[in-house]
């Protein structure tokens, strides 16, 4: 056992060293001189200052000179300061927008499991008649309606048509306490459920239609336990497994998604600010970002990973 | 599933599953001498009226997208659509007349679907929009499998170092999160245009193929025939193109179409975030991220291009479920 996690956590160590590799090398593509960026028009004309701001930002060394500096320090959490707006911090920017967008995430992922759980058990339980078919064809459509659509169309009818929640912004708990905080969350956190929850109702729909044909719920079926109960308890918890894993498969997604979501509601998240920060070429929040994300995608799916070979003794054979 | 319905009688049934899937064995070869009509309408003829529907639709957008790129490219704009770019309420320098049209118009017989903000005709804007969405899933549907597919089927077969280094290249971009890998090499571009946009997003689905293509090879290399071509000492060359390739291809053809709905999708979220291809040009992205401005004048300009989206989505869909199942075939990368 503490081999596997071993074996896993070198992989882990491996894989996050090739993406800060990777992502460095991207934003050094990016065109354009952050030197000349910074100084403007003094830059063209005062060649000193800019060979001097050049050397203070390590523009002067190589490539992977850079990459090491840069490495190092980030290792530290420090990420660099932004070349655009000059004094902030990117571990800074990340540190006040993270809450953020992991409310946002979290919520998501509680909305969806929500609602998918009961709509997956009446698909399996009434497998076939009407009930299925008509929650299956739901089903269908909200996995081909894209999030930012289902978001704007939440926004015509709650905000345009109803005058009940607001349309953009966001409150944050801290400021305005929890219920200003969630009325401003549920419609980004609802539009961004979506397409997971069809995800996740077709998987607990088939594994539970598998589920139902086993002999333990027959058995329970034999000793008179109601049907409500046995799919509570006997069936749902073989689905719990396969619900964890595909949550984690889907934290991709779902990261993506909450770039889309935090720009169309005007959400102050990690999202909203890498979208700005492209618009921007602001280099060292583009990389800052797109590292933290990416690092927090790899450990999540790392700990999807063991928790399952922990659970399921069948895998860690194979 | 289909082997479960009872209107699909037994030869019916062995014949689709051949034109679609793995094993073509000698009785096949045979039956394929039969005529055409008859093996279309084994295949097609119980496709279920929605799946039927949704290809329609899908053939509709294709020709729509290029009606609406022959009408500017090959006869300058004279087809009858209207000019996706002309602003109905000014100044036409062709015409020497100011315009009648209003921005923000409900559907009308001019305007079959309204205006925009700036009084452009909104149903010409979504059919060129469509353009945009069918080139981006075609190159990527044709680097995933032709790229995706080949790296797959060849390591699935060869086993052995080969097979560690490519996927674990595979693992090394499959570890980024998709849409945010895709914003940071859409960035570093300082012109998006199709081109770069439609590399870029097939660059990135090659992986998801190589996986698909893969675990197939897998499969199939364990097969009786790729065995008794080994035995009677085929080059692996040859058992590669001319056993395995063709095999795994219709599998992979069927994942193109549902990887094309993820891809449309991945494009309309580029284009919501201005990203994507530059205005004028439009997508049905971009329309729906302006529209979305005036939602509280109108909310139907939103609809039309959302519309369009989901539709084209929930088809690509519904055709490529229903292929996979013809062929009982499972994508064991998902």
Redesign the interface.
Known sequence: MLAIIGIRVLRLVATIFVVTFLTFSMTSLLPGDPAVAILGQDGIQNPELLAEVRAELNLDKNFFHRYGLWLGDALTGDLGESYINRGQEVSDVIADRVPVTAQLAVMAIVIAVVLAVPIGILGAYRQGRWEDKASSAGVQVALSVPNFITGIFLIWLFSVQLGWLPASNWNRVSNKGLWENLKTAILPATALASTQMAIFSRLIRSDMIATLKENYVLAARAKGLSDRFILARHALRPSSLSLATIIGINFGALLGGTVIIETLFAIPGMGFRLINAIFQRDIQVIQGITVFVAVVYVVINTLVDLFYTVLDPRIRRS | MTALDPKLDADQATGAAAELLVGADADTVIEEEVDTRGRIRRVFGDMPWLVKLSAIWLVLVVFGAIYAKLDISVFGGALPLQDPDLQTNGFNAATGEFGTGEPIEGPSWDHWLGTDAIARDTFARVVHGAWVSLIVALIAATFGVVVGGFLGSLVGFVRGRTETIIMSMI??IL???????L??????F?VRSLTVISLVIGFLSIPAYTRVARANSLAISNREFVAAARAIGTKPRTILFREVIPNVLPTLLAYAMVAA?FVI?VE??LS????SVQLPQSTWGNM?NQA?RD??VD?SQ?VWP?LA??LT??SL??VGDWFQQRGAVRSAAL
């Open positions: 693992d090394v570890a980024f999160p998709a849409l945010i890998l914003l940071a090499m859409v960035s570093i300082e709905a999708v309309g979220s919501f975030l201005g990203l729906i979305r939602i509280r909310v939103v959302s989206l989901t989505v929930l869909n519904q």
